[in-house]
């Protein structure tokens, strides 16, 4: 488990948003500014309800959480599995989060790509901040962190690594299967005749943003492009969907976030 105070002065929680990911949960406090004062992130555990509640209970005790977090602290559940947040004052989807906590951290709207752990998501939203249109892959591991942690295990490669290793390929290999399973294969088989890693490696991103960009094609790409999601923290995302799109890539302070920052965002306009 992370803690962080996300900002330096003390301010107390009057919010709370959780996000309920398929891959980690995580859970913000904001004051009564809508600033981030803490967060907490885990890796999803599959009893997510005794997982919410220690994870509540830990965020009583966080010290800008004093006095001691009420149980009448408005809670807004986001993520793919909200519905069992049985604490929430309210339930809300991900996209309409995604685009409350990433407009408020940049205060501009545009084209917002999530690459979350199991699914991905482009969110198209105007300059006042309101969702026009979306859509969202949770059918399929391509064009998700799924499909990179599974075919980078067989390089060896931490997923840590895998972004700062794909970029220091000179050269790239070209990965014909989209399917995860069958890139696998075709990783294995790459590996067996004798190809180096780190081009192998940034093939795989490639495939990865190819699917992005198919995604980005549905709903249109209106600048600026913006990313958020855990995947983003591999530095390789942003700028080879730089390449792909020839557009400058906006990241946020804390993109795995975002989501939670909206669902508190809007469990602050409940309080008041
Ligand atoms: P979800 O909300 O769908 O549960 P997240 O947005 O939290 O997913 O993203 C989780 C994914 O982010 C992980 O499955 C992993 O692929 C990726 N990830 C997390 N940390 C890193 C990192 N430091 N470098 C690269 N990828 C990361």
């Given amino acids: 488990m992370t803690a962080h105070g996300t900002k330096g002065r003390m301010a107390q929680v009057c919010a709370l948003g959780i996000d309920v990911g398929s891959t980690t949960v995580k859970i913000i406090g904001v004051d009564a500014e809508g600033n981030l004062a803490w967060h907490l992130l885990e890796q ?104 990179l942690e599974n075919t980078a295990r067989r390089l060896g490669v931490p997923l840590e690594r895998l972004g700062q290793v794909a970029l220091s390929a000179l050269e790239e290999v ?8 069958f890139a696998e294969s075709e990783v294995i088989s790459l590996i067996a005749h004798g190809i180096a890693v780190e081009p192998i490696l940034r093939g795989l991103h490639r495939s990865l943003l190819k699917r992005v960009v198919a995604m980005i094609r549905t709903v249109g790409l209106v600048p600026p492009l913006m990313l958020s999601g855990g995947v983003v923290q591999n530095q390789a995302i942003a700028r080879m969907l730089e390449e792909e799109t020839s557009e400058t890539v906006i990241v946020p302070r804390y993109p795995q976030l975002m989501g939670a920052y909206g669902a508190a965002l809007i469990a602050l306009e409940q309080a008041n």
Avoid at 47 to 67: C, G, K, N
Avoid at 114 to 140: A, E, L, P, R
Avoid at 174 to 181: E, F, H, K, L, Q
């Fill in 44 to 147: 999803a555990d599959p009893r997510v309800e005794d997982q919410v509640e220690r994870l509540l209970a830990r965020a009583a005790t966080l010290p800008l959480s004093s006095p001691p977090l009420a149980g009448g602290t408005p809670l807004v559940a986001t993520g793919y599995g909200r519905k069992l947040v049985r604490q929430a004052t309210r339930s809300v989807t991900e996209i309409t989060c995604h685009a409350k906590g990433i407009y408020r951290e940049l205060s501009h709207g545009g084209t917002l790509v999530d690459i979350g752990g199991q699914d991905s998501k482009v969110i198209s939203i105007n300059s006042k901040g309101d969702v026009v249109d979306f859509s969202m892959n949770d059918k399929c591991a391509a064009g998700t962190g799924r499909f």
């Fill in 174 to 181: 070209s990965i014909s299967s989209t399917c995860t399973v």
